[in-house]
């Protein structure tokens, strides 16, 4: 299972990095949007995985049995998706800003000397 | 015990207060200056304490570290807060010379109080993951006040500087999760205590090279600087001089963090690579500041500069280095955040920063010329100001270390600075003005006396010069030990 996700991870990071290597804009916001998932699941994958087994005290015991899912990485996680949502959202709103005012979403346009 | 969060709070208040008062210029002023000086009231009673009683440390909710979210002050932290507090009087003061009424409108206010509560978080978190929140916060607000506007200039550098902050971000996120992965833990404190534990020279060395990287794209460190001088020059004065200021710093306050807690025993190699890329960063940015003919690129180009002077005394990791680079970094704070301002008043007299568009300032705004004046020798250099001694304290530092090297190419960047400004000084005030230029406006009370109350506190930072270096050097040493800082969190029993 690690081995997949850290794939998946590995494979969010490179097609991210190769979107934001493109010229169009769009690309390079679909480009920050993958990194920052694949982040996420590096967080989740290299926090440890633990199947099937909740943080959660039985009624019966008052403390928690050893094997048990780390909450941590999730709430780092559950963070760290509301930040980089924020963040997309104003990049979208910027990008078509820069396509209202120097009418072009081609990177290279828009870093021309005017 | 809740005095930690107060620099926090504060401005948390104020920008909800900006947010429901009445759309009026005037009141939205007062109530963002009246912010920013409680603000700076606040921090300085927190560092009179932390002076007074070693590092203060807030457990918020109550919940012990490391399971928590720990606000910890050190000295380092608390002079920083200061310094944070004194730019968002300056800053917030600045607005009543004017600022643009759509700007005003679309919340600049309260944005540039969400600014400075972000600088504040991140340099009072004692946690890793709450430092990446701060950063984001911060960010956030600075990307809404560079993107406000509507120019071709400015759109362009806001997206510049949006994609590579975010860029940058993923990379802390990337290392955070990798620590945390290794460690279980990113209260610094804890990771005080296990990293040597659990830290192996190829682990150190993979997250040390990925939060160098972060850090130094926040920071502008070369090779990763190229975004500063291409957006900070775009937008209004007053931000220009917020961010010139402060998110620099935030970037170089993570790298000191960070050197000193964990990766103090990392491999050699990996200092010599922040002590190249400073010295590069010195070099290069110097450079480029002869080659440009604007006032406000001058001043980004010198911003680039001048952060390698920090992480140059960072990277020897000696007391006495990482004392100077402290000592550097307030001064270059305040003058940096002055010099700004002051591209702001010749933006109000001549309509540009160009310096062809400039000159004869000295003889049509001699007042403006001599206030001016401090801040740009004091960035050169010049005895006995706060310039220069920071450049020694560096270059001593780096001579005891045996980094003669280091420490000659301190001295020659120095020259090149003094040159830059010199240049800069001249061609602004002294040469006489091409004849179809004349000024349009009166320099503004309001942004004068700012520079001026600037000035006065470079100067006090001069005359306090030996108090301030017995403090800063207790700051370093407190970095270097980390034991009071460990203690200071986890409380006895933490090692």
Known sequence: MEVLLALASGVLYAAGIYLMLRRRLAQLIIGLGLLSNGTNLLIFTAGGLTRARPPLVPNADTELAAPYADPVPQALILTAIVIGFGLLAFTLVLAHRVHATLGTDDVDEVGRER | ?495
């Open chain 2, 1 to 495: 015990m809740t005095l930690p969060v107060l620099p926090i709070l504060i401005p948390l208040g104020t920008a909800a207060v900006l947010m429901l008062a009445p759309r009026r210029p005037l009141l939205q002023r007062w109530i963002a200056l009246a912010g920013a000086a409680l603000q700076l009231a606040a921090a300085i009673a927190l560092f009179r304490r932390v002076e007074a009683h070693g590092i203060q440390v807030l457990q918020v909710g109550n919940w012990p570290a490391p399971f928590g979210i720990t606000l910890a002050c050190d000295l380092l932290s608390a002079l920083l807060v200061v310094a944070v507090g004194v730019v968002g009087v300056a800053v917030t003061a600045s607005a009543f010379a004017g600022v643009d009424p759509r700007r005003e409108a679309f919340g600049y206010h309260p944005l540039i109080q969400v600014l400075l509560m972000g600088v504040a978080g991140a340099f009072l978190t004692g946690d890793f993951f709450n430092l990446y929140v701060w950063f984001e916060l911060m960010l956030v607000a600075s990307f809404v006040l560079m993107a406000l506007h509507r120019t071709s200039a400015q759109v362009e550098a806001a997206f510049k500087y949006v994609t590579i902050n975010l860029i940058a971000s993923s990379i802390f996120l990337t290392a955070l999760g990798l620590l945390y992965g290794a460690a279980g833990t990113l209260n610094m404190a804890h990771l005080a205590t296990i990293w040597p534990n659990v830290g192996s020279p190829g682990m150190d060395a993979v997250l040390a090279v990925l939060f160098l990287l972060a850090f130094s794209i926040k920071a502008g460190l070369f090779p990763l600087f190229f975004w500063l001088p291409a957006s900070y020059h775009t937008p209004p004065a007053a931000i220009g001089a917020a961010f010139a200021g402060l998110l620099t710093k935030v970037g170089v306050y993570a790298l000191i963090r960070t050197f000193t807690l964990l990766f103090h025993g990392a491999p050699r190699p990996l200092f010599l690579l922040l002590l190249g890329m400073s010295v590069a960063t010195m070099v290069v940015g110097l450079v480029a500041a002869m080659n440009e003919r604007d006032f406000r690129r001058i001043l980004s180009f010198n911003l680039v500069g001048h952060i390698g002077y920090t992480t140059a005394g960072l990277s020897l990791l000696t007391p006495a280095a990482l004392a100077g680079a402290v000592f550097y970094v307030l001064h270059h704070i305040v003058v940096i955040t002055n010099l700004f301002l002051v591209s702001g008043v010749l933006l109000r007299v001549r309509r540009t920063t160009d310096l062809a568009g400039l000159g004869g300032l000295w003889r049509s705004q001699p007042l403006f010329a001599v206030v001016a004046m401090l801040p740009i020798f004091t960035l050169a250099g010049v005895p006995p100001f706060t310039g220069f001694l920071g450049k020694l304290a560096i270059v001593a530092g780096a001579f005891e270390a045996e980094a003669y090297w280091t420490g000659g190419i301190v001295l020659l960047v120095g020259l090149l600075t003094l040159l830059s400004m010199a240049r800069t000084f001249t061609g602004a005030f002294w040469k006489p003005a091409e004849p179809d230029r004349r000024d349009m406006m009166a320099p503004g009370t309001p942004l004068l006396a700012v520079s001026a109350a600037l000035s006065l506190v470079t100067v006090a930072m001069t005359v306090g010069a030996e108090p301030l270096f017995e403090i800063v050097t207790r700051s370093a040493d407190q970095l270097l030990s980390r034991e009071e800082y460990v203690r200071a969190v986890l409380g006895a029993g933490g090692r």
